[in-house]
Structure formats: structure tokens, C-alpha cells
T-cell receptor, first 114, second 114 residues
Framework: NAGVMQNPRHLVRRRGQEARLRCSPM?????VYWYRQLPEEGLKFMVY????????ESGMPKERFSAEFPKEGPSILRIQQVVRGDSAAYFC????????????FGSGTRLTVV | GQQLNQSPQSMFIQEGEDVSMNCTSS?????WLWYKQDPGEGPVLLIA?????ELTSNGRLTAQFGITRKDSFLNISASIPSDVGIYFC??????????????FGKGTKLSVKP
């Protein structure tokens, strides 16, 4: 009974490259949430997706960031033309239904932009 | 935007001591949650609170949802070395068109007294 799986665990990108972060929710969960954590900070909401739909992207930066959750396969958070300020830990969480907030988080992807 | 004020920022514990931390907000929340995060890992849900005034225990942990719905506290009794980590409160609200994403405090770092 696997939990939320995120990969890669660590990702190093040069400025200007693209970063792709993957998240497979828990079995039976169709709601996925992405959060970002800067050093010494709490998590900040980015985007909430259900299969093939973006429900709430109010926390996503307007440029360079996008997210998808296709019918088949993991959810992807994509950051284009990364900059140093994108360096952070990115966490994905999943839940079985809307309105359930006791999310299960994955172990995160730590992105370092050099 | 909405913010949670979590205190203390850090504290040192001696094995066997009781520990208290709390979160306050200027906004009303519908749900309060407490998470623990170990280094290099994602947050793990400890306790979820859904009703104002609710007091819930999970082993040595006890948390309460404040009656005003603007605060919550977490107590850890008889602390042990594995309690070390960062504890986050998180609140959920539907106000302002939010789809119910979580707002996190900045965390309380628990360390062992030297």
C-alpha cells in the first residue's frame, strides 16, 4: 500500500533549464496538491488538481510554472527556464475526495538551481 | 493573504518534559491540522480537528481547535528523543473563493537540550 511517490528526490538544474517533478498519488486518490517549501519556512500552496482538471491554481506563479494531472500517469509540475529563486523543496499530497484535508504528503523533490 | 502565527519558533526539550505550541490567525478556519516533518522528509499528519472546541488525542499528543476558530494548540506529554523535529500547524478555509487549500504556519523546531 504505497504512499504518495515523488521523483526525483533531488534535482539539480542550471539556470534557464526546465525542471519536471513527478507525483504519483496514493492508490484510490484522484486529488493532488502541490506545495513549495523554502528553507526555514512552512509549506505554501501552489495548485490543486483532479484528474485532467486544474481546480485551483491560485498559488502558482503566473509565468514559467505549469501543472497537469493526466488521465493516465503521474501529476507533473513543470518549471521552465528555472532561476535561483526556484530552489526549494516541492511536495505533493493526495486525498481521496474534495473536502478531505488530512492529506498524505510525499517525501518531496528538492530542486537546486545552480 | 491569510497567515498563521505559530509559536514558539523553536524550543529545547529534555526527555520526559511536556511541550506546548500554538497557532493563531486573524481569520476563521474550518479545519486545523498538525503535522510533523523530519529532515529530508515530507510532513506527516499527526492530528486533524474539524469542530470548534474539539479536543483530540493521538497517543502522547493532544490538540485543540479553539472555540473562536482562530487558534489551535498542540501538547506533547512526556517527550522522548524521537519527538525532535519540526511541527507545523495548518488551517483550511473556504473564504475568498479558496478551494480549501491548506495554509501553513512557519513551524516550531523541537530540539534536544544539550
Amino acid at each position: 500500500n504505497a504512499g504518495v511517490m515523488q521523483n526525483p528526490r533531488h534535482l539539480v538544474r542550471r539556470r534557464g533549464q526546465e525542471a519536471r517533478l513527478r507525483c504519483s498519488p496514493m492508490k484510490g486518490h484522484s486529488h493532488v496538491y502541490w506545495y513549495r517549501q523554502l528553507p526555514e519556512e512552512g509549506l505554501k500552496f501552489m495548485v490543486y488538481l483532479q484528474k485532467e482538471n486544474i481546480i485551483d491554481e491560485s498559488g502558482m506563479p503566473k509565468e514559467r510554472f505549469s501543472a497537469e494531472f493526466p488521465k493516465e500517469g503521474p501529476s507533473i509540475l513543470r518549471i521552465q527556464q528555472v532561476v535561483r529563486g526556484d530552489s526549494a523543496a516541492y511536495f505533493c499530497a493526495s486525498s481521496p475526495r474534495r473536502g478531505y484535508y488530512g492529506y498524505t504528503f510525499g517525501s518531496g523533490t528538492r530542486l537546486t538551481v545552480v | 493573504g491569510q497567515q498563521l502565527n505559530q509559536s514558539p519558533q523553536s524550543m529545547f526539550i529534555q526527555e520526559g518534559e511536556d511541550v506546548s505550541m500554538n497557532c493563531t490567525s486573524s481569520s476563521i478556519f474550518n479545519t486545523w491540522l498538525w503535522y510533523k516533518q523530519d529532515p529530508g522528509e515530507g510532513p506527516v499528519l499527526l492530528i486533524a480537528l474539524y469542530k470548534a472546541g474539539e479536543l483530540t488525542s493521538n497517543g502522547r499528543l493532544t490538540a485543540q481547535f479553539g472555540i473562536t476558530r482562530k487558534d489551535s494548540f498542540l501538547n506533547i506529554s512526556a517527550s522522548i528523543p524521537s519527538d525532535v523535529g519540526i511541527y507545523f500547524c495548518a488551517g483550511q478555509t473556504n473564504y475568498g473563493g479558496s478551494q480549501g487549500n491548506l495554509i501553513f504556519g512557519k513551524g516550531t523546531k523541537l530540539s534536544v537540550k544539550p
